[in-house]
């Protein structure tokens, strides 16, 4: 598998990092999500409930996913709070299907032969397409790369496999043109945005991938918030009957000069939940400057930070699956001046905010935007007078006074916020 993966690993690579290639070689203001998040608005039924063998049925699940990664490594992902993988190498096989059985890991994998010949085997949760197909496409012989695969063709192949197999949702995942429309790796079909809501429709979860921290290209490196905007266009394009989710970087990819910091993925991963993701998926591999499949495995600090960052998505998910709460609260940055292409792309708000409520208590996730730091101050409605915010994870708490409290931001850091006593969860 790893062989295989790294003979092909070059052809992979300007897809993942965005360097540009030769032509001949490759040829709505910030808002609350409206839309239902991990749970149906309407009627609180947990997300896969539709689906009678698809993920867990609960409202304490938060998909936490790597991408065609080994199942050997099942148990060290599981240790650092992996709960699903995606993608099997040319698989699946009965080897894998085992091997991950054998963890009781779950996965989404593509309906081969063996798959449609295994219809009964709980371990698979999920169907999916090939990767990126928006993207444009390598030809056969090594002769360069042809028009992406149409959306039409992608509703199309949806059909078949939803035909073999309804008790499963599809997922579809796309490449970087969801959040940046100059991505030049779709070929003929950069700056056309609109095909994505026809993509849309060929999955139950669409998904994609943007990796801005090592991103080489300088209309997108070190600008997080283009995870942010991804995630909310998608949102739009999926519409209320598909789930969103994406990818988030954890390696250096390629990029042998700049590594994501763990607390830029951590920023990545809030700032992909407030705008609407309901799942998430760590691209582990590292291309440069050696193969290394399991790249997150081999990085000591990384892993550990990554494990604290899904440990404490999974102790907040029945907060994170609760229905949005679009009026709860705003907030006002200082100080007031941001980015330009982040404002004119996703809004003046350079602090986003989301706010949950969950048996009593009032949550509020806030995420810095920005590389320069900066103080937010919040207004809450609805809530008591004067309270004590507690900062989750954070061994802190701040006194609100008339439903408003402020609080400091480092660049791109994370505050998750309790208003109100909840004694039915562990305390973080």
């Known amino acids: 598998m790893q062989a295989a ?3 092909s690993w070059a052809r992979c690579l300007p897809r993942l990092t965005g360097r540009r290639l030769t032509v001949a070689a490759i040829i709505v203001a910030f808002a609350w999500p409206i839309c239902c998040l991990a749970q149906d608005k ?9 689906w009678q063998n698809g993920p867990v049925k609960d409202e304490k699940f938060f998909p936490i996913a790597v991408w065609l990664q080994d199942p050997r490594n099942a148990a060290k992902y599981q240790a650092i709070g992996v709960n699903l993988y995606v993608a099997l190498w040319q698989g699946p096989t ?6 991950l059985k054998r963890h009781a890991m779950p996965v989404i994998c593509e309906q081969n ?5 295994h219809l009964d085997e709980k371990t698979i949760v999920g169907w999916m397409h090939g990767d990126e197909p928006d993207n444009a496409q390598e030809l056969s012989g090594a002769k360069g790369y042809g028009p992406p695969v149409t959306p039409e063709k992608i509703v199309e192949a949806y059909r078949k496999i939803k035909a073999n197999d309804p008790t499963r949702p599809i997922m579809l995942n796309l490449g970087q043109g969801v959040a940046w429309d100059g991505w030049y790796g779709r070929g003929a079909r950069s700056n056309h945005p609109e095909d994505y809501a026809q993509y849309a429709r060929g999955g139950d979860i669409v998904s994609f991938d943007i990796y801005p921290a090592v991103h080489d290209n300088p209309a997108i490196a070190g600008k997080l918030w283009y995870v942010a905007r991804g995630v909310e266009r998608l949102r739009g394009w999926a519409g209320r009957d598909r789930l969103v989710w994406n990818c ?46 399991a790249g997150l495995l081999a990085d000591e600090a990384m892993a550990k930070a990554v494990g604290l960052i899904n440990r404490q998505v999974q102790e907040l998910a029945p907060m994170i699956n609760s229905p949005v709460q679009p009026n709860a609260a705003t907030v006002t940055v200082s100080p007031a001046d941001a980015a330009s292409d982040r404002s004119r792309l996703l809004g003046p708000h350079s602090i986003a905010i989301a706010a949950r409520r969950h048996e009593g208590s009032t949550y509020l996730f806030a995420v810095r935007m920005e590389n320069n730091p900066a103080k937010a101050s919040f207004q809450l409605a609805g809530a008591p007078g004067s309270a004590t915010v507690r900062v989750i994870g954070e061994n802190r708490a701040i006194s609100m006074q008339d439903r408003r409290f402020e609080d400091d931001f480092a660049a791109n850091a994370v505050h998750l916020y309790e208003i109100g006593a909840v004694t039915e969860h562990p305390r973080r």
Request: proline share 6%.
């Open 5 to 7: 993966v790294k003979q």
């Open 42 to 50: 309407r009627s609180n039924t947990p997300a896969y409930a539709h």
């Open 94 to 99: 009965a080897e894998q299907i085992a091997e």
């Open 113 to 117: 032969d063996y798959a449609l010949k």
């Open 248 to 293: 988030i970087e954890c390696t250096r990819i390629g990029n042998t000069k700049i590594k994501p910091t763990p607390e830029q993925v951590k920023a990545e991963v809030w700032m992909s939940i407030i705008h609407g993701s309901q799942g998430i998926i760590y691209f582990a591999h590292q291309f440069k400057p050696h193969f290394i499949e």
